[in-house]
């Protein structure tokens, strides 16, 4: 499974290289004669429901607290001096026994904190998987308590996950000082490692099963030069034969100097410019070296979360494992 990290984001949106109108460096390959990029591995986040990919699982929707019900008490009140001690959690489970492709549900789980107390906001994601880890269920974001040290944190059932048991395999629970306790299982493991937690389990169905990552056919530059602080656009030609292409980037390609001394970032949401061809804009630093440079890193997702990466380094003429010419321009 793969966890994706947020670097810095230059965006931006606009039109060029859509029918009728050819960018500077014309020649995208047609997916129809061009060899397609090698997939990664998969990751799954949210969505909405739907049927298909054989008979799915029908949800019961049970809804048994996993640690027991809000007892009314107070959450414990934060003690005071430095908090070098991450959280202790006892249980954590699914609030229901099964949630349908859309659905939302919620984790709960027991936990204290000596002293600044649980953190209201966990931005390290936890996730739930299948026994095959094709699929993911993540959750990040806002806790709610619920009572004395029951929480609960939200999240989204995709439409596109695998139907069967979801395992909540990955916990990383962090407190208002910083500190965190990892909990971790393989699919099918009864307890976390190195602890007497149970690991919970519920079921999915009626969703749409998306495992294959998109095929990505070529990429060029919206032009085959910039200034210093000008927008530019990476364009590409991809396909995804069921959930589609995404329309957000969240792990950021690079385009990489000639001296490997500067690059451009650039992640965010993508632009669809008709058919197969789709752009993500990036900036030109003010600051930035000139002379010619290469893209050297771009990741293409589906609506699913499955992606495929090309990588190379300026001496490449075509991405490694595939047929596509390295994208280059210059700047100014």
């Known amino acids: 499974m793969t966890r994706c990290v947020m670097m810095t984001v230059l965006l931006g949106g606009a039109t060029a290289c859509g029918p009728g109108e050819p960018s500077e460096n014309p020649g995208l390959a047609d997916p129809a004669t061009a060899g397609p990029a090698t997939p990664g591995p998969t990751y799954i986040p949210g969505g ?69 107390g649980i953190g209201e906001f966990q931005g390290s994601c936890w996730s739930a998987t299948t026994l095959s880890e094709a699929s993911d269920i993540i959750l990040c974001g806002h806790v709610e308590p619920l009572g004395g040290d029951l929480y609960r944190l939200e999240f989204e059932v995709g439409e596109f996950v695998e139907n069967g048991t979801f395992y909540l395999n990955y916990i990383y629970l962090g407190d208002e000082a910083g500190n965190a306790a990892l909990y971790y299982a393989e699919p099918g493991e009864p307890f976390y490692e190195d602890t007497d937690v149970a690991v919970q389990t519920t079921t999915i169905g009626q969703a749409i099963t998306d495992v294959d990552a998109p095929v990505v056919y ?88 499955n992606y495929v990466t090309v990588r190379a380094d300026y001496t490449e003429s075509v991405y490694p494992g595939t047929s596509i010419p390295v994208a280059r321009t210059v700047i100014f």
Not at 226 to 237: F, I, K, L, P, S
Request: hydrophobic content about 30%; proline content about 7%.
């Open 48 to 116: 909405a429901g739907g049927t298909a990919g054989g008979t799915p699982t029908q949800p019961q929707g049970g809804a048994i607290p996993p640690c027991g019900p809000p007892d009314g008490a107070i959450p414990p009140t934060p003690g005071s001096g430095a908090d070098t001690e991450p959280p202790v959690m006892t249980c954590a489970g699914f609030d229901r026994t099964s949630y349908a492709a859309g659905e939302t549900g919620f984790v709960e789980f027991r936990a204290t904190d000596d002293v600044s």
């Open 218 to 305: 070529g990429f060029e530059f919206d032009q085959s030069s910039y200034a210093r602080g000008d927008v530019g656009y990476v364009e590409y030609v991809a396909t995804d034969g069921l959930s589609g292409v995404s329309d957000w980037e969240g792990s950021c390609w690079s385009a990489e100097s000639a001296s490997g001394n500067s690059e451009i970032i650039m992640c965010g949401h993508t632009e669809s410019l008709g058919g197969d061809r789709y752009r993500l804009a990036f900036d030109v630093g003010e600051f930035i070296e000139t002379g010619e440079f290469f893209l050297g890193y771009a990741v293409v997702s589906d609506m699913a979360g």
